[in-house]
Nanobody
């Protein structure tokens, strides 16, 4: 059964760091690009970061560029999002997602993904 599970969210002070993890199970995810999205209360779910299966290609939203780093360890079926210099605007539920099978490149839009985790809450106090 294909499944994505996020962990690592929590409450952190502004300027602090968190590392999110996303474990993926099921052979469906082999060689797929994967990404992170977030959704704040009352807002649309937005793109945060995504990377190719190999990790050679990575992309970031302008709002997190230079502060967040995406990575993955395919031997452990895990993707990570290292988040540094957090601020209140980063408060949201963070979701990991797997790109649709056969997708060319690394999509940076919601419609490019068809498997989603349940989300993990990140709260940054100012």
């Amino acid at each position: 059964q294909e499944q994505l599970t996020e962990s690592g969210g929590g409450l952190v002070q502004a300027g602090g760091s968190l590392r999110l993890s996303c474990t993926f199970s099921g052979r469906t995810f082999g060689h797929r690009a994967m990404g992170w999205f977030r959704q704040a209360p009352g807002k649309e779910r937005e793109f945060v970061s995504a990377g190719s299966w190999s990790g050679d290609s990575t992309y970031y939203a302008d709002s997190v560029k230079g502060r967040f780093t995406i990575s993955r360890d395919n031997t452990k079926n895990t993707m990570f999002l290292q988040m540094n210099s957090l601020n209140a605007e980063d408060t949201a539920v963070y979701y990991c997602a797997a790109a649709k099978a056969g997708t060319w490149g690394v999509p940076r839009w919601r419609e490019g993904y068809d498997y989603w985790g349940q989300g993990t809450q990140v709260t940054v106090s100012s």
